[in-house]
């Protein structure tokens, strides 16, 4: 069976950023991050609940799953019914102070 994914507002800003600040480095690497990242995510259509609970203290455990993705990116996800919903993209490299899930 698959899923749907539906993409919460303001991770496609989130996207871009990433992409944006990796392109002024080199063109290249955000096309592949790009490329890759949509790939990651729409990945998820088929067992989306093969990744890792993504747990925090402000939510109960296994709300959300995440998927890494590039090696430096977390896509964080929740599953309900049939639909996988995305609720952020972050660099794992960077604090979460910024994050839009906690």
Do not use: W
């Amino acid at each position: 069976m698959k899923y749907r994914i539906k993409i919460a507002p303001g991770v496609d800003k989130r996207i871009s950023a990433h992409i944006e600040f990796l392109a002024r480095v080199s063109k290249v690497a955000a096309q592949k991050l790009a490329g890759t990242l949509i790939q990651d995510i729409y990945s998820l259509e088929e067992l989306p609940l093969r990744n890792p609970a993504y747990n925090n203290s402000a939510d109960p455990p296994e709300k959300y799953r995440y998927l890494v993705s590039n090696n430096k990116y977390r896509i964080v996800y929740q599953v309900a019914e049939h639909t996988v919903y995305i609720y952020d993209i972050q660099d794992c490299r960077q604090s979460g102070e910024n994050n839009l899930v906690d």
